[in-house]
Each structure stands twice: as C-alpha cells, then as structure tokens.
C-alpha cells in the first residue's frame, strides 16, 4: 500500500489554506493549523511562538511543511510593523529552522508585493524591491527561508482568487459586499495593475512542481494580467449585472472620496508576473484568470 506524504500547513484558515487543504486532503496526510481556528480540521499553532511550534513539528514529524500563515492586511502591517515582521518573517524563520532540524522541505508563499512596480511586468529573476512593510516582511520571510534552506520552493503568488464569502478578505469579496449593500455604481481603481491568482490552480502549481521540479523560487500566477476595474467589470460579467450596475474608473488618490476604507499601504503601480521558470520546467498549470474567476464566482453562493 502506498503512504502518502505527511504535509504540516500553517495558515491553513486562510484564503490559500482553504483550497490547499481541499485539494490535498485526498493525495496527502494533511495536518492543519492556523492560529484562528475557523474549521473543525484544524489544529491550533502561532508560528511566532518557537518553543510549541518546535514541539508539534516534532510530535507530527511531516515530511513537508507548507508555510502559508502570514500577516496579509496591508494597513494593519503598516501600522503594525513589529507585529508584521514578527510573523511574516521571524515566523518563516521558526519554520526555516525546524526544516532545517528535520531535513525536510519548506513550501514558502512569497508574494508579487516584492516588486516595486516600475516595470510593466515581472520575470522570476528581476530583482524584489519592496515599498510597503507587507512587502518587506515577507521578502524578509522569503530571503531567511533561502538562507537557511536548500530544499525549499519558494511560490510568488498575485492578487488571490479564493476562500468563498468567509475567508475572502481581498478585493473580490469587497466588490460582492457593495453589490450586496446594493450599491449601483461602484468605483474601482484603474491605476494598479496585477496577475490575479486562483487558490485551486496555486495548489495544482505547488503539487507539481514539489513532486517534479528541482528546488528554488517560482512566479505563479494566472494567465493574464489587469487593472482592479478589468476584474470588477469581470464580476457583474459573470454574474449578468453588467446592465444594473456601472462601474467607473477612478484613480488611487480619487478612491477616498468614495469608499470609507483608507488603502494607505504604499502599492507598486504594477505586481503583473509571468510564470517563466514553470515554462521552462513545463508546467504549463495556470488557466487564465478570467476562467477561474467564472469557476470561483460558481464554486459559492454570495449571495447576489
Ligand atoms: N491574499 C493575497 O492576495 C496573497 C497574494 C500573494 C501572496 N499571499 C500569501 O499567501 C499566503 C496565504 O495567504 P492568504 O491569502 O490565504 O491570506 P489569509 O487569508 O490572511 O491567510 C493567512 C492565515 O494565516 C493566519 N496567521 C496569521 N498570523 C499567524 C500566526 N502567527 N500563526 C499562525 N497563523 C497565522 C491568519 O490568521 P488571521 O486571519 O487571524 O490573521 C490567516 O488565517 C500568505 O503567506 C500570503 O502572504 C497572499
């Protein structure tokens, strides 16, 4: 009979973490933890916290470790920068270290917010030049995980398609809440560009190449780039309320003066990726993001 690998994830009450649970739960002995237990299948673990972190990787003893917990509200780690660095990199660090004790390798989530958005597009080698403390934090999480690890696969994801009405916190699921709240024009920056990311094809990604793929650091986005207003005009597409309700183009600056929310997180004007090093390995996993925003907004009720 064939063992499955045993994977330890943390994080895994997240947008990412819903989706890489489902999706490994079946091809893998999946142990779950998050320091927010949200779901009955998980475990509680604070990746800032070294000593029990220590003693249930060694109770588990996984044979992977997928590090997805992670600080992702910009404003709060901008306001909160201790609190950011703490966790999304002397986090990754603990976790760095005990695979490093284990021999075994780390699965870390980097992010396209490594970039500083003066180039259009960006390729798996240009170099990260973070702007926000987010960013900073988790590049920091990045460059300790390479500096402590060889067997390690580093996965830089784009904006997040995933986690349904409960778990998504990101720009999807606000532009649901104000067609919910009934809104009939919603406005919608067209100055910040990025390579939307579904959480299932990540997971598909991360299978394939942890499974075949030599060790490193990957881009994996979507196919297919575009601006917040490209994907909110793609939600009332999809949900055929394209008619009722308009969407207009504003700039980042404008915004304020419509929403209640204050992004004052400095963002790159551009976080589009290309996938080159999957290319070259083959693994040609990644739909379009149109596709798999039309299978996310199918997956859940939201309710409009
Ligand atoms: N969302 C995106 O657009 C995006 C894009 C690129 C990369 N990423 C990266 O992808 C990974 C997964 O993020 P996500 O999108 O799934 O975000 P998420 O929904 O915020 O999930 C992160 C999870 O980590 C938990 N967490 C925070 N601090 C922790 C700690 N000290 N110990 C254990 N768990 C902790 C969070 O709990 P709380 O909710 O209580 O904080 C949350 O459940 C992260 O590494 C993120 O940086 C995200």
């Known amino acids: 009979m064939q063992?499955?690998?045993k994977i330890l994830v943390t994080g895994c009450g997240g947008m990412l973490g819903e989706a890489v649970?489902?999706?490994?739960?079946?091809?893998?002995?999946?142990?779950?933890?998050d320091k927010n237990?949200?779901?009955?299948?998980?475990?509680?673990?604070?990746v800032t916290d070294y000593a029990s972190v220590r003693e249930f990787v060694y109770r588990v003893n996984p044979d992977y470790i997928f590090h997805l917990a992670a600080l992702t509200d910009m404003e709060y780690c901008e306001?909160?920068?201790?609190?950011?660095?703490?966790?999304?990199?002397?986090?990754?660090?603990?976790?760095?270290?005990?695979?490093?004790k284990l021999d075994i390798p780390m699965i870390y989530i980097s992010t396209a917010g490594v970039f500083d958005g003066k180039k259009e597009v960006y390729e798996d080698y240009d170099v990260p030049n973070p702007l926000s403390i987010y960013g900073k934090s988790k590049y920091a999480g990045e460059c300790s995980v390479k500096s402590i690890l060889s067997k390690y696969f580093v996965f830089r994801p784009g904006w997040m398609i995933g986690g349904g009405p409960d778990k998504d916190k990101k720009f999807i699921n606000k532009i649901i809440k104000q067609i919910r709240d009934g809104k009939k024009v919603l406005h919608v920056v067209d100055d910040k560009m990025g390579s939307p990311t579904y959480t299932y094809d990540l997971a598909r990604i991360i299978e394939k190449v942890i499974f075949t793929c030599p060790y490193g650091a990957y881009n994996a986005v979507c196919e297919g780039g575009g601006s917040r207003y490209d994907i909110a005009k793609e939600i009332l597409r999809i949900k055929g309320l394209d008619k009722k309700i308009k969407v207009k183009k504003v700039s980042s600056q404008e915004l304020k003066k419509y929403i209640k929310e204050d992004y004052?997180?400095?963002?790159?004007?551009?976080?589009?990726?290309?996938?080159?090093?999957?290319?070259?390995?083959?693994?040609?996993?990644?739909?379009?993001?149109?596709?798999?925003?039309?299978?996310?907004?199918?997956?859940?009720?939201?309710?409009?």
């Open 3 to 5: 063992v499955l690998p």
């Open 21 to 33: 649970y489902n999706h490994f739960k079946n091809r893998a002995r999946v142990i779950a933890t």
């Open 37 to 46: 237990v949200n779901e009955p299948w998980l475990h509680n673990l604070d």
């Open 79 to 100: 306001k909160n920068h201790l609190d950011a660095y703490k966790t999304n990199a002397i986090g990754s660090e603990n976790i760095a270290l005990l695979c490093k």
């Open 264 to 304: 004052f997180a400095p963002r790159p004007y551009s976080e589009q990726m290309v996938n080159i090093k999957l290319q070259i390995r083959g693994v040609d996993i990644p739909r379009h993001w149109k596709i798999c925003l039309q299978e996310y907004m199918e997956k859940f009720d939201w309710g409009i």
